[in-house]
């Protein structure tokens, strides 16, 4: 089993729908978790940091559940510029493994 | 702009070659990271630096060599590759421990090709 399991996708979805993904880590002395955005060819960009008492940013909002080891991220309102791969990243060892998700294609269709 | 750069963008070299990709960030940070990504996965972890020291190493093979001469800077050398060791490979810095609550800034990467 991989530390960190995201679908793969790839979610289709019109603009304006309200997509959610998730994401399960293995290990629980996890310390510390984000949601990340990679357009094709680019560097990974950070989308948000995920508490456990659960954040938003506009249209997005991230949460953690540390009981069931899984974090969501939910995007309202989908935008076309919203489509990339949004990959989960969970940290462990003194806040220094760092360890990606598989990641989730999104494709925001007109 | 991205506030870590790598240079270069792109690199192609055979597998006798030695070089080295290079990374630079000025912003404080004390943790340094070399990932490396193939098409379609997500980045792996190679290395980490914290303080200019290597804490992390995943098990890389020895024809990759990091160094990180100063607070600033990283470079991973390398020598005698495979093909296989095509990929983009990403820097990233950070603050350390329980302060990181901003994550980890990327460079744009080196797609290098190995011949």
């Known amino acids: 089993r991989k530390e960190v399991e995201q679908d793969p996708g790839p979610f289709n979805v019109p603009e304006g729908a309200t997509v959610a993904f998730n994401c399960t880590y293995s290990n629980s002395a996890s310390q510390s978790f984000f949601w990340y955005r990679q357009d094709c060819r680019k560097e990974p960009k950070l989308l948000m940091s995920?508490?456990?008492s659960g954040n938003e940013d506009g249209r997005f909002t991230a949460q953690l559940n540390r009981a069931s080891q899984y974090i969501s991220l939910l995007i309202r309102d989908s935008k076309l510029s919203d489509s990339a791969t949004y990959l989960c990243v969970v940290v462990r060892g003194g806040y220094q493994k760092v360890t990606f998700g598989t990641g989730t294609k999104l494709q925001v269709i007109p | 702009d991205t506030e870590v750069t790598q240079t270069p963008k792109h690199l192609v070299m055979g597998m006798t070659n030695k070089k080295s990709l290079k990374c630079e960030q000025h912003m404080g940070h004390r943790a340094m990271y070399w990932y490396k990504q193939k098409a379609k996965k997500p980045p792996e972890l190679m290395f980490v630096y914290s303080y200019e020291k290597l804490s992390i190493n995943e098990s890389v093979p020895s024809r990759f060599s990091p160094e990180c001469p100063n607070s600033s800077l990283l470079n991973l050398h390398l020598h005698a590759l495979q093909p296989e060791d095509s990929a983009l490979y990403l820097c990233a810095s950070s603050q350390l421990g329980g302060r990181n609550r901003h994550g980890y800034t990327f460079g744009s990467g080196t797609r290098l090709t190995v011949v």
């Open positions: 995920v508490y456990s």
